[in-house]
């Protein structure tokens, strides 16, 4: 089966200019996640989707960043204005459901300058 | 109620073993097991789902103890390719809305 899309693999933006991430999720998951992982750290949950609706984004930013799920399907991760502590790479997952194995993309490198 | 994951940091030489753990100070549902090597997205190596659980591929098992709300995993003979950073998971309750929580990581290098 065809394993979780995610592009642009890297992209580099200055501060105060915003990006969108996109996340195709293998075909019949229902959950998908976004993850933000700060080299050094482990994944951070930004926001966790159940179909179309929104079970956690309780880490999200919602000042800045801003997520959906079409048809809950595809995904889109936007920031903006985008800050320097933004610098990560951005993890999409997705699951059969909330407590199955989790399968990655390859994720987006951001760099802020 | 993130997990606690011991030790931080672990070097081993090829073929030695080595056991990680995973602990939560409430009530675990489940446990999940992940590796990410350098550079690269973390990948599942299992999950487990009740209590006195093990389960294993190759030389890498995993045991659950559900009284002491711990998990540890276990690396026998390892191998050049287990070097990365291992993540433990804990999912607390049983409803419908299942977070996984992740713990910050064990680093394991093996070397020749």
């Known amino acids: 089966e065809a394993g979780v899309a995610q592009s642009p693999r890297y992209k580099i933006i200055e501060k105060r200019q915003s990006v969108a991430f996109w996340c195709n999720p293998i075909?019949?998951?229902?959950?998908l996640y976004w993850y933000q992982q700060i080299l050094g750290q482990g994944p951070k949950l930004l926001i966790q989707?159940?179909?179309?609706?929104?079970?956690?984004d309780s880490q999200l930013p919602k000042d800045r960043f801003s997520a959906e799920r079409l048809k809950g399907v595809d995904s889109t991760l936007k920031i903006q204005p985008a800050k320097l502590e933004d610098s990560a790479v951005y993890l999409c997952?997705?699951?059969?459901?909330?407590?199955?194995?989790?399968?990655f993309g390859d994720g987006t490198r951001l760099s802020i300058l | 109620q993130q997990p606690v994951q011991s030790p931080q940091a672990v070097i081993l030489r090829e073929g030695e073993d080595a056991v990680i753990n995973c602990s939560s100070s409430?009530?675990?549902?489940?446990v999940h097991w992940y590796r990410q090597k350098h550079g690269e997205a973390p990948v599942f190596l299992m999950i487990?789902?009740?209590g006195g659980e093990q389960k294993g591929h190759d030389k890498i098992s995993a045991s659950f103890n559900e009284k002491k709300q711990q998990s540890s995993l276990y690396l026998t003979a390892s191998q050049l390719s287990y070097s990365g950073t291992y993540f433990c998971?804990?999912?607390?309750?049983?409803?419908?809305?299942?977070?996984?929580?992740w713990g910050l990581g064990t680093s394991l290098a093996v070397n020749p």
């Open positions: 989707f159940q179909n179309n609706g929104v079970v956690d």
């Open positions: 487990l789902l009740k």
């Open positions: 997952a997705s699951s059969w459901g909330g407590n199955q194995p989790q399968h």
């Open positions: 409430k009530a675990l549902y489940s």
């Open positions: 998971g804990t999912v607390n309750n049983a409803g419908n809305n299942r977070k996984l929580i």
């Open positions: 075909s019949g998951h229902a959950t």
